[in-house]
């Protein structure tokens, strides 16, 4: 799973202590109210591009860095982000995404305005880099169905490379790459299913990736950062709050010497690009702010019965657990959970609203499921190239995977509880060295007496299940069948009861493939699944007697919300409704700063 450095650094961080001293920043966007981000310095230094909302969208905008007003480049009408001048400052890169998310389009633009040129069309694309040289674009690449692959493609078009070095690497999450400053190599953050976040050199032209040893160098240091832009051996990044540096060897790529604090970090300070020159574009925020609210559905009809209501009042930054990223933990359909800044994981009661902790420490190697009653945790614990799985209590009293029961040695990897909390579904085939083309299965092993047996088999194709529940009576479980070595897979529904259920008794979800939308949530606790279609809400019902689908439906929402739930917003769907999460930041304006030699 590949997430953008900024959406998930803060996950990873503690304060930083004091602040040094550092060179001075220079405002440039307007003091207005406006927000101005993303910052793109031109390589003479003389003009800075950013994202700003002074239309009443996110629009790209070119200003002189002198001084005068921005001139508005793009009149989109979808989303426009990560700008980047070619070398040449001639033109300028950027990327144009669908309102739901789904497909993306690189453009380049006149520096003096004008028609943009359509440079590549593809699926969801997170962002794109330019390289130093300005011959080649690197983005990860998102298609339903499919695996996520980094490529590389030339910024003339023509056919993307795939990286196959970053394909094989075992990755739990990485993060969005850095071109070195040759142009030759990408700098990526990544964290495997089993260790620490490091730092991976990988070549453009498909060969094998260079550990670069930043990643322990960085830890000694009380980081654990990702990479955001490199000029000469010279890497930068936000150390927290502050920009921060460290020194890679251009003939190895390995790490040289300690890391350096170069700004004061008295606002929160990203470095985005930097000049021929050597002037570094900031893009500065002054907080970040994250709070998750309740749209009430009703079981009958699928729709809202009432206005949007906030659930958090506390302003902590906080990932909200889901389907798809960055896990779904099962556990109580009247909750929903959260990972707060630095570790743990937290439920929030939807009805009062109560916030309770249920993983006083978040386990580094897979992410746990929780029972149905919120009570218990069960863990997978790498041993060996296997897996051994644990049971805790709930809360500061189920201490870690380290004081856990073991409920079996080398067994395999957990993926969720029954609907009744009796069982654990889990993949006796699932290794620490992850083999894309190793066939898997799922078993059932008894919590109370730690029995097992075969649940769930395809002749051919792999099977997964996450403990995800659908129906009134939480009767149904979501299953994913694709062949092995593949990325396209299917969705069906599975009928709940402790004997194996056969392949007849699948129910295959209609729309679901290598082309449907990306994110779709089901209630655990009723008959509706919602998805995205553009920038509406869709519903489909389930018909639990007759085994079928109704025909997609538009949500329509209660008017008189404070806040309206958006398709790029982190979503999921628990018991009583819909819960999401909203970003709020302080307005974020561009700074720019004198590299120190």
């Known amino acids: 799973m590949l997430v953008a450095a900024g959406a998930f650094a803060w996950f990873y961080l503690g304060s930083r202590g004091n602040q040094a001293k550092g060179p001075d920043l220079v405002r440039v966007s307007p003091d207005d109210g406006h927000s101005y981000s993303e910052p793109a310095i031109s390589p003479d230094g003389g003009f800075v591009a950013y994202i700003s909302d002074r239309s009443g969208k996110k629009e790209l905008w070119l200003q002189q860095v002198g001084g005068g007003d921005p001139i508005q480049l793009t009149h989109s009408d979808e989303k426009v982000k990560s700008p980047a001048f070619f070398p040449d400052g001639r033109r300028i890169l950027y990327e144009r995404t669908s309102a739901d998310g789904t497909k993306s389009t690189i453009e380049a633009i006149s520096t003096l305005g004008g028609e943009p040129q359509v440079l590549i069309q593809g699926g969801r694309i997170p962002a794109v880099v330019l390289s130093p040289d300005g011959r080649q674009i690197a983005y990860p ?333 939480s009767g149904w479980l979501y299953m994913d069948l694709k062949p092995p070595g593949s990325g396209a897979s299917r969705g069906y529904l599975v009928p709940w009861r402790e004997e194996p259920v056969p392949q007849s008794e699948w129910i295959e979800i209609p729309g679901f493939g290598p082309t449907s939308t990306p994110q779709w949530e089901a209630s655990p606790t009723g008959n509706f699944y919602y998805f995205f279609e553009g920038s509406k809400l869709m519903a489909v019902a389930f018909d639990s007697r007759r085994k079928s689908f109704s025909e997609p439906h538009e949500v329509v929402f209660v008017p008189g919300s404070a806040v309206t739930l958006k398709p790029d917003d982190d979503w999921t769907v628990r018991g009583p409704g819909l819960v999401f999460s909203r970003q709020e930041t302080g307005n974020s304006s561009v700074w720019l700063m004198k590299l120190p030699r």
Not at 160 to 184: G, I, N
């Open 141 to 473: 690449e998102f298609s339903h169905g499919v695996a996520p692959r980094l490529v590389t493609i030339s910024s003339n078009g023509g056919r993307p490379r795939e990286l196959p070095a970053w394909a094989r690497m075992p990755k739990l999450l990485s993060a969005m790459p850095v071109w070195t400053s040759d142009s030759r190599y990408l700098l990526c953050w990544m964290k495997p299913r089993a260790g620490e976040w490091k730092w991976f050199a990988f070549p453009a032209d498909g060969g094998n990736q260079v550990a670069t040893g930043a990643g322990a160098a960085l830890r000694v240091a009380g980081l654990n950062v990702a990479p955001r832009l490199m000029t000469g051996d010279r890497v930068l990044f936000n150390g927290g709050r502050s920009v921060w540096e460290i020194r890679l060897s251009p003939s190895s790529w390995r790490v040289q010497g300690v890391p350096h604090q170069l700004a004061s970090g008295t606002l929160d300070e990203s470095p985005c690009s930097v000049s021929a020159t050597g002037t570094v574009a900031l893009q500065v925020v002054g907080s970040y702010l994250n709070n998750l609210y309740l749209i009430p559905l009703s079981a009958a009809t699928g729709q809202p019965t009432g206005v949007v209501r906030r659930l958090t009042q506390d302003g902590r930054q906080k990932l909200l657990a889901r389907a798809r990223f960055p896990w779904n933990p099962g556990g109580d359909p009247g909750s929903a959970y959260f990972m707060p800044a630095g570790s743990g994981v937290y439920a929030v009661d939807l009805a009062s609203s109560k916030q309770t902790l249920v993983i006083a420490r978040l386990p580094p190697i897979v992410f746990p499921a929780i029972s149905p009653d919120g009570r218990q945790v069960a863990y997978s614990v790498a041993e060996g190239d296997s897996y051994s799985i644990r049971l805790s209590e709930s809360g500061e009293a189920g201490g870690g995977p380290e004081e856990a029961r073991v409920l079996c040695k080398a067994c395999g990897r957990v993926q969720g509880f029954s609907p009744d909390g009796r069982f654990l579904f889990y993949c006796p085939e699932c290794k620490v060295k992850h083999d894309p083309k190793r066939k898997t299965t799922v078993r059932l092993l008894e919590v109370a007496s730690g029995k097992d047996w075969p649940w769930l088999e395809h002749p051919t194709d792999s099977v997964s299940v996450d403990g995800r529940t659908f129906g009134q009576d």
